[in-house]
């Protein structure tokens, strides 16, 4: 005699916050998001945020090594598409739609949360401009006895930018750091406005 494992299907509200509250990653999609995490003690940037269940980008510099000159000569820098992973919820349709339609949106806002003097504080936030969403794919799984159901997005983008804020332990702002990359401009910019070192800018 064999017994079936049983499986419970979440809503969306409750997967956010039950089935992926070991995540510490969030992501707004041009708005679009249902939102699950409210009140005095939540950073008012994750209001419209989803929580992320994956996240994987990379960018590549070719490095010529048939250069005449001693020091390898720097190529131009090739960005992958950036992965995520989120739950079945408005943004999902909303990406998914706009998979269909070819259509550009942003801002794709990604956030590193943290818990600073019992608030949940973005630490850092990742902005990508003029996305164009390149693949979608549809994914369930059971974790724990819990149905997730997820949709896996990839995208392109025109210009990223990153920026650390950092806290003391009383969660007050001490500075933040910021690099930006815009494709189309072919430029490099990184400023520092405490917490880290120098600015500086440059071409790509």
Do not use: H
Not at 67 to 74: P, R
Not at 79 to 101: C, D, H, K
Request: net charge negative; charged share 15%.
């Amino acid at each position: 005699m064999s017994v079936e494992p049983v499986t419970t299907k979440l809503s969306a509200a409750q997967a956010a916050n039950e089935g992926t509250n070991s995540s510490n990653l969030f992501i707004n999609i041009a708005g679009q998001g249902t939102g699950t995490l409210t009140g005095a003690n939540v950073d008012p940037k994750l209001v419209k945020a989803d929580r992320l269940l994956a996240f994987s980008e990379n960018m590549v510099r070719e490095v010529n090594a048939a250069s005449e000159n001693t020091l390898f000569s720097a190529g131009e820098i090739d960005a992958s598409w950036v992965y995520v992973e989120i739950l079945r919820t408005q943004a999902a349709i909303y990406a998914q739609n706009s998979f269909y339609q070819a259509n550009n949106i942003g801002p794709i806002n990604v956030y590193r949360a943290d818990i600073i003097n019992g608030k949940l504080t973005v630490t850092e936030e990742i902005d990508y401009t003029n996305c164009i969403i390149t693949k979608i794919e549809s994914s369930a799984q059971a974790l724990e006895g819990k149905k997730l159901d997820s949709l896996k997005v990839w995208f392109r983008f025109t210009q990223r930018q990153d920026t650390l804020l950092f806290f003391d332990q009383n969660g007050q702002p001490l500075g933040q750091n910021v690099s930006l990359i815009n494709f189309p401009q072919g430029t490099l910019q990184a400023q520092s406005g405490g917490g880290g070192g120098g600015g500086a800018g440059g071409g790509i």
